[in-house]
């Protein structure tokens, strides 16, 4: 899936990922989905051009916003 670098923007504010410049060309961003073995808990991983958002954490995916 694809999209604009004006429709890249928002969604990067929305994740707190935005670093206050426009995105460079062909820039992407990925979700990566983990289940935890032991507890069976999903886990969201955003990642903005090879670079994790929200300090390289993954985030249970009831408290993705």
Do not use: Q, R
Not at 6 to 30: K, T
């Amino acid at each position: 899936y694809s999209s604009h670098d004006s429709m890249l923007m928002p969604l990067l504010v929305a994740l707190g990922c935005y670093e206050w410049e426009w995105p460079p060309f062909a820039s992407y961003i990925a979700y990566e989905m983990f289940e935890h073995k032991e507890t069976g808990g999903l886990y969201i991983k955003v990642i903005y051009n090879g670079k994790v958002c929200d300090g390289g954490d993954a985030c249970i995916l009831t408290s993705f916003p």
